[in-house]
């Protein structure tokens, strides 16, 4: 999908990869999101844009707990429910976010991580809400799933943009989307979107899909396993 006037630039998105492919033993991949910008009539815009990539990946509901140390132990504390939080999120751009666009546009376009937009399930005080979600920013910032690169776009000639973005090991599956924002003097001028499908195969499939079908079989299997190979390693214990 493309979003322009008629005397706006034209961005043609394009991805290194519209299919990942998580097999066993899959340490991650780097995706290459790249493209032109062009003016209506198809030729170099000719003038001087920043570029803006987001990539998303599949949204889920999530419950964030704080710890705390209560005579010396680590015990959950308070907790709070998002009813959608992206499961992956990535920014990068060819300058800082601040130098770009003033807050309220980098809100609406949830450009960076301080403008994520999480949904909280039933009400709860702003001051709570921003302190849960910088702790889950923060969380998965560590784990790879959320990052932020200020510098991460580069611009040639004013008419290619590249970008390049790690997908880490741990990603969940499903559709991700990959914006692309033309922005000049504050203002968002065009927009484009890539689709890339992140799929498992092979054995892995076969467990998510099991699990996901049939969570009591699943379930059941795995105490099976569990006691199986308890009973397994007892036995060969006691001829030791």
Request: glycine share 10%.
């Amino acid at each position: 999908m493309v979003l322009t006037g008629a005397r706006d630039p034209i961005l043609v998105p394009e991805v290194s990869q519209h299919e990942v492919q998580v097999r066993q033993g899959f340490t991650g991949t780097e995706l290459l999101l790249y493209g032109a910008i062009l003016d209506p009539a198809g030729s170099r815009a000719g003038e001087s844009y920043d570029i803006v990539v987001v990539l998303k990946g599949p949204t889920e509901a999530i419950r964030v707990r704080e710890k705390d140390k209560v005579f010396g132990i680590w015990v959950n504390a308070e907790s709070t429910a998002f009813r959608s939080a992206p499961s992956f999120f990535a920014v990068a751009s060819s300058r800082p976010i601040d130098r770009i666009v003033d807050e309220r546009t980098a809100a609406i376009y949830e450009l960076g991580l301080d403008y994520l937009q999480l949904s909280p399930s039933g009400a709860i005080d702003p001051e709570e809400q921003a302190r849960f979600t910088a702790g889950l920013v923060d969380l998965r910032q560590r784990q790879g799933l959320y990052q932020q690169d200020p510098g991460g776009v580069e611009i040639s000639g004013q008419v290619l943009y590249t970008a390049r973005i790690a997908l880490p090991s741990n990603v969940r599956t499903g559709t991700y989307t990959a914006e692309t924002f033309a922005i000049t003097q504050g203002r968002v001028v065009s927009s484009a979107t890539a689709k890339v499908e992140v799929r498992k195969l092979g054995f892995e499939r076969f467990i998510a899909s099991f699990a996901q079908d049939q969570p009591l079989g699943y379930g059941l299997l795995a105490v099976c396993l569990s006691v199986a190979m308890g009973w397994t390693a007892g036995r060969l214990f006691a001829r030791v």
